[in-house]
Each structure stands twice: as structure tokens, then as C-alpha cells.
């Protein structure tokens, strides 16, 4: 049991690495980083009137949406990236594949992380220079990893669940989408 967790210990800043090597992480990023303009514009979930929900709980709620949508798609294209290369049988006799999930949905909640920490960031200035007077910068925070914080990394294990039922990226990213439609008309 020690040697399987050093082992993961040991891959995870190399996965980390090889994942934000690529041009699609970086893209998905960018993307979650603007992702709360939608909304300013299309996306206006939240009802009342006030600065806060309109600068504040609507842009976050619509980047976590957006975010979500986004990571999970990545999550099902990384995941899939082994079986696309026909190298799963050699990546399976080099590393055990419960570990090598371990470290994938890891390299990826990392990701994530990153992602909000940047959109946080990005839209701080932003945020303050709209709502104005009434601005908290506990009610920034909270709104921000509430809302899309944890979009992004539910999203993540749940796209992840989708692909290890179906093995598939095609049906995965059909039952993704059925999850995330069904998570949004719930709410």
C-alpha cells in the first residue's frame, strides 16, 4: 500500500506537467477564465435586481455552468487520450490503472483549481469597478468558490464516472451532457 501511494505521489507532477503541456488545457482554461461574461450577457440565472446578484452571483453561477461544461469535456478527453493511442496496454503493464486514474483525476482537480484561482484573479478588478460601494470581498470569495469552484470540481468526477461506464468519448460526453442539462433544470 506504501509503494502504491509513493508511486502516485511521484507521477502526479509529471502528469501535471504533460497536462498543462498541452494546448487544449491551456484553451479550456482561457476559456473558464472568461466564461463569467456570460453572465453579464446571456446567462442571468439569478432573479433580484441587486449589484451583487447581478455582477456578482450571476457571473459566477454562468462560469461555473460554462467552467463545468468545459472541464468535464476535458476530463473525457484525457481519459480517453490512452485508448485513442491504442497505448492502454502498455500504459496498463507499466502502472497499475486504478493508480494511473488516481493521478489523472488529480492532474485534473488541479487543474481545476488553477482555473478558478485564475478566474478569481482575472475578474477581482472587474468585479469590484461594477458593484461599486456595496463590494465584500467575503461575499467575492464565497461566491466564487461556491458557485463555480465547485462546479469545476464536480464536474470533473463526474465526467470522469461517465467514461469509466461507457469506456467510450462519444456516449460519455452524451451522458455528461444529459448530467449537466438535468443538474441546470433542476435548479
Do not use: H
Not at 18 to 32: D, E, F, G, K, M
Not at 38 to 45: A, I, N, Q, S
Request: aromatic share 8%; with cysteine; glycine share 6%.
Amino acid at each position: 500500500p506504501g509503494g502504491a501511494l509513493m508511486k502516485t505521489i511521484r507521477l502526479l507532477p509529471l502528469e501535471l506537467r504533460r497536462l498543462l503541456q498541452s494546448r487544449l488545457t491551456w484553451l479550456i482554461l482561457l476559456l473558464t477564465v472568461v466564461s463569467p461574461a456570460l453572465g453579464l450577457t446571456l446567462y442571468r440565472p439569478a432573479s433580484a435586481d441587486t449589484m451583487l446578484s447581478l455582477y456578482l452571483a450571476n457571473p459566477s453561477i454562468a462560469g461555473g455552468v460554462a467552467g463545468g461544461i468545459l472541464f468535464g469535456l476535458l476530463t473525457i478527453y484525457e481519459l480517453d487520450r490512452v485508448c485513442r493511442s491504442r497505448a492502454d496496454a502498455l500504459m496498463d503493464a507499466a502502472v497499475s490503472p486504478l493508480t494511473m486514474a488516481l493521478v489523472r483525476l488529480t492532474a485534473l482537480l488541479a487543474a481545476a483549481v488553477m482555473a478558478a484561482a485564475l478566474t478569481m484573479l482575472v475578474w477581482l478588478p472587474i468585479s469590484m469597478r461594477l458593484i461599486g460601494s456595496v463590494f465584500g470581498g467575503v461575499d467575492y470569495v464565497l461566491a466564487y468558490l461556491l458557485l463555480m469552484g465547485l462546479a469545476l470540481l464536480l464536474s470533473i468526477p463526474a465526467a470522469a464516472a461517465a467514461y469509466q461506464f461507457t469506456r467510450r468519448a462519444d456516449l460519455s460526453i452524451v451522458l455528461f451532457a444529459a448530467f449537466a442539462a438535468l443538474s441546470l433544470t433542476v435548479w
